[in-house]
């Protein structure tokens, strides 16, 4: 028996499409999304004290310090959202409950 | 008067979203988040890390609202960009992460189907595409994806993974030819 190509085609992506198939749940994805939304805005409008040039700075730093002190590199591993979030928290001086962030906020540790 | 579109409402609930609406955030997620949930799983084949991508998508649709531009994309073409991008970001990660020794190379694809769903008659056939599909280049999974799970035309494909149309016409033809066997199977034993 011979196909049509197209058809053969249409079959490979039928198949493809029930092999990925699974629930999904659309609510609890909305719900996740607007939850890390609001934590987000919660966290950053109250950072006044240093733009983003410091807190990049700051984070530099806070890499290189970890890698050398031996810190949860995995941890910084973020993604780009967290490593920002992070690197202006920390730059405005809001990361302060471990050594690292103490040594560069000048704190002691 | 022209029939109103689903481009036309989605770009309009990205005006809303670039006001500030969360109620059109909700109704993006309701429209494309299972598509995105889909093809984020299959491409980094596993669901948690998936979930991620797809929560990173609609932050970040969040915050660039306003550069949105219908002239240029319709609004699933550019949700899909931004999972393409994501989903390579993951990648190398996980490649690096590899590498320096924080992840074991056995967890890169990790089994999405607890034991009881195998069990099930004709899973196994399903088991076997998912396999072939992991051992896809990753470009032509992607597209194939794109395509199949998504449901994108193939210049969105291409717009979406920043590609010729023609390059990713190459891309559906191997990926296509490479499960072809698995989809005769499939047809000589349904």
């Not at chain 1, 591993?77 to 560069?104: I, K, Y």
Request: proline share 5%; charged share 25%.
């Amino acid at each position: 028996m011979t196909h049509d190509p197209s058809d053969i085609d249409q079959a490979v992506d039928a198949l493809v499409k029930r092999a990925s198939a699974r629930e999904t749940d659309e609510a609890g994805l909305s719900q996740a999304v607007l939850t890390r939304l609001a934590a987000e805005e919660r966290r950053l409008p109250a950072l006044p004290a240093f733009g983003p040039g410091v807190a990049a700075a700051s984070f530099a730093m806070l890499v290189l310090m970890a890698g050398a002190g031996g810190y949860a590199l995995p941890d910084l591993l973020l993604e780009g959202p967290e490593e920002q979030a992070l690197a202006l928290a920390f730059g405005q001086g809001q990361v302060l409950d471990d050594p690292v962030s103490r040594f560069l906020l000048g704190r002691g540790g | 008067m022209p029939e109103r579109t689903d481009q036309d409402e989605a770009a309009e609930w990205m005006a809303a979203i670039a006001r500030g609406e969360r109620q059109a955030l909700a109704l993006l997620i309701a429209r494309h988040g299972r598509g995105l949930t889909l093809m984020a799983t299959r491409y980094l084949g596993g669901e948690e890390e998936a979930e991620e991508v797809v929560q990173d998508v609609f932050l970040r649709v969040w915050r660039n609202a306003s550069r949105y531009d219908p002239a240029r994309a319709k609004v699933s073409t550019w949700l899909y960009r931004i999972a393409v991008n994501l989903c390579i970001d993951r990648q190398r990660k996980r490649a690096f992460r590899r590498f320096v020794g924080l992840e074991d190379a056995a967890q890169e694809i990790p089994d999405p189907e607890p034991g009881a769903a195998r069990r099930i008659a004709g899973q196994q056939r399903l088991d076997q595409v998912r396999a072939a599909m992991d051992r896809l280049p990753q470009r032509q999974r992607m597209a194939l994806l794109l395509s199949a799970v998504a449901g994108l035309d193939t210049a969105s494909v291409a717009e979406a993974m920043g590609s010729s149309r023609g390059a990713v016409e190459q891309l559906l033809v191997r990926a296509r030819r490479t499960l072809r066997p698995l989809a005769a199977e499939d047809e000589e034993t349904s």
